[in-house]
């Protein structure tokens, strides 16, 4: 086991009706909130009129408009720009992880004098962030329970993963009732997401019968009340297991001790979101099982084996390799069962910018030094096989 | 799945010499600290002078000779006159759960300025504590992730778990080499405690996939890893990963949103270490079985049928009542085949004080509301079949 050291100090308010609870958290944060969110449907939804009637009181500034996959221009830096006009106190980031990471940019930047992309580049190491608070209304990203953000920049198709310890949440609002009215491909592709998450850190080099323990619930759990939510979009159990599981997803708690991991698909892609700006659990949902195949070897065989046996209950007393098989085909197959169009070219995309693609993944992604190491042919190779 | 508000501040430092941070951690809370630790162990494995070494510029005034099952008179109460006194920042706590529980209690005690019992018997809530520090030599209790902590008094035989959100340790130290001079029965007792954590949690009326799925991970690494401990005491993957899994044993992860528990063989063995100053997690060893034993029914079988097939791989298919005996019976076994004295009589203990104890738990332990409800009666039927 390697050492490590691990803190996730932001508190989780879960459950239904717990944004009442709002007033009394915000309180202790200052007067002046920049409210965060996206394309309005938190109106639909009725949360926005909510949170404005529980913060009746408070100088209120709106950053509307943050989409998937969210950029940093213009949403961090007129996210930032509000927050230096109006001397913010505390940022109210409500909707999915795209605003809750767009938040912790701009949470990052307000208390930066230079260029906030410094800070996202890691050319300069943040010192402070304003406080953040969120009201998640979409399981998947696992934004609402780590420091990390994922924050894109169009003229250059840089997607970075940006990640700094004060980023963590103060405190997650988590209530299951404001994701009823999340679509069913919404839905499938948060599950994606949020066990693409554990499986960027399952497969690795060395890990502990307690972790990988973990990890297998978190996947099972997953797939389980994911077809549930599909069924009845207003299964609340189903919806709150679903919610609670993607919350460990990113904050390390999976992999404490393990080997550390580089996120072989995430780097991909991250590459197809930007170059295409695809539904970020989509992409991974296409890759994971063409990355599986393509490192499949008598060095990785084992853990595929693992994997295949105790989240699928594939007989363990197959050859390896065949149960290894099963298990990458069984993948591949769960995400076609909940819905996800399980090849690229349904996403729009087709092979003419797969070299291009490829190229920036290996420059900028590291994945040499990954689990199954990948060279940009390696990518390559990867993207054709999910075409 | 029902309402939740979590959080486990804690920093974890984990990993073979990672006490070379307590400089840069402690600088961060003034130069006058307590020293707390027990009978003298930390001097024997030498980690006495590393923290006297790496503390040299500090203020150092020492409470030693915190005993298991730590007392209120006269430890916690010289602690608290120690902070008083000397005006202390910071506690570090150097040793087992006893004390870092005990270290807790005097953190509250020392920013309050009436009698300490009245903070532990709940009369009055702490406002502050001083911030707690801890490098732990033993892996069992969890209380280096949680806030709370058991207190003993002896002129009353109370023994309470006291619990208040300022006691969560600001950072935890675990090095599990520090464990390799744990004996054998002390191993085993730990991974009784730490086993029984969970059964706490798991033997509840609802629970979720991903909750008992993380449980029947716990469970399964703390068995293997215990083995693995007691087989070869200087086996550092297997003293790590149960370092590890204790834990998260009391913090509230392994049950969020599951139903509230109350802890019944916790409120029936604090009897037992009350009256008779035994290991806690041997008293916890014996009673466990018993007790599985005497709340089998139609209404409990279920959660015993989970347990025996997910836990242990007893076959699934066999008659309900047979997979929750021989569930109960391997847990019996497996206790037995780490050596642990299996009968309250080998503890010192007989029959004369029975209906005392039963009656001062059912008194106080409020096991009324336990998932399956005890009386007097049925506490004093689990102590007599425990003989």
Redesign the interface.
Known sequence: ??????????????????IS?LPEVMSGFGKKVLLTYGGGSIKKIGLYNKVRELLSGYGIVELSGIQPNPKYDPSVLDGVRLCKEHDIDVILAVGGGSVLDCSKAIAAGALYDGDPWDLISYKVKAKAALPIVDIITLAATGSEYDCGGVISRTDTNDKIGYIDEHLYPAVSFLD?VYTFTVPKNQTAAGCADAMNHIMEQYFCEDS???N???M???L??LM??AEKCIADPED??AR??MM??CTYGCNGIYA??NSQSCWPCHGMEHALSAYYDITHGEGLAIITPRWMKHILSAKTVDRFVKYGVNVFGIDSGLDRFDIAEKAIQATYDFFLSIGIPMTLREVGIDESRIGEMAHHVAENEGLENAWAPLTEKDIAEIFTASL
Chains 1, 2 share one sequence.
Do not use: Q, W
């Open positions: 086991m390697h050492n490590f050291d691990y803190t996730t100090p932001t508190r989780l308010i879960f459950g239904k009706d717990c609870k299951p502990s019968l307690l990988d323990g973990f297998e619930a978190g099972k759990s389980v009340n609340y159990n709150a297991e609670l599981a404490l001790g």
